[in-house]
């Protein structure tokens, strides 16, 4: 599965409801798997809490605006919201792959899965992998259920 350069960066713990105005959340923030803070947010449309040390959050900041190439004030704002959407995606994906096999063909976006329903077993690969040859004409390149 894609995901964006993390930078040794990864989130824990999070939780999230709606707000009035986005989704509010914590987390706790982890650098080179060793714990260095929380973020939160209210959901009430303002920038997000850090409890970092100085030297933590300058350094979140210098990484956020190089991994994403910009020199936005908020930036580390928006690579949490990375780290998030990968946290959410992986949660997501995993969920699926519990009923169902999913595969990458070739030629496809980045990203993107077809889906076949059952749990996947090497029986099930081999199956999906003939009648991707024989019938339905299309290269696999991946199976996620291998990765995730």
């Excluded at 995606?89 to 496809?108: A, I, M």
Aim: net charge positive; with cysteine.
């Amino acid at each position: 599965m894609e995901t964006v350069d993390h930078a040794g960066y990864s989130i824990k713990n999070y939780k999230s409801c709606q707000g009035m105005d986005g989704d509010a959340f914590s987390l706790t923030l982890y650098k080179d798997g060793k714990k260095i803070g929380t973020v939160s947010n209210g959901g009430h449309g303002g920038p997000n809490n850090y409890s970092l040390t100085n030297e933590q959050s300058n350094e979140l900041h210098k990484i956020a605006q190089r991994i994403l190439k910009s020199d936005w004030v908020e930036a580390e704002d928006v690579f949490i919201g990375e780290l998030i959407n990968d946290l959410l995606n992986t949660r997501r994906f995993k969920r699926l792959c519990k009923t169902n096999v999913l595969f990458s063909v070739k030629g496809d976006k980045k990203g993107s899965y077809q889906k076949v329903k059952g749990k996947f077993t090497p029986e099930l690969k081999e199956e999906i992998l003939k009648l991707a040859e024989t019938k339905w004409n299309i290269e696999i390149v991946s199976f996620l259920n291998e990765t995730i």
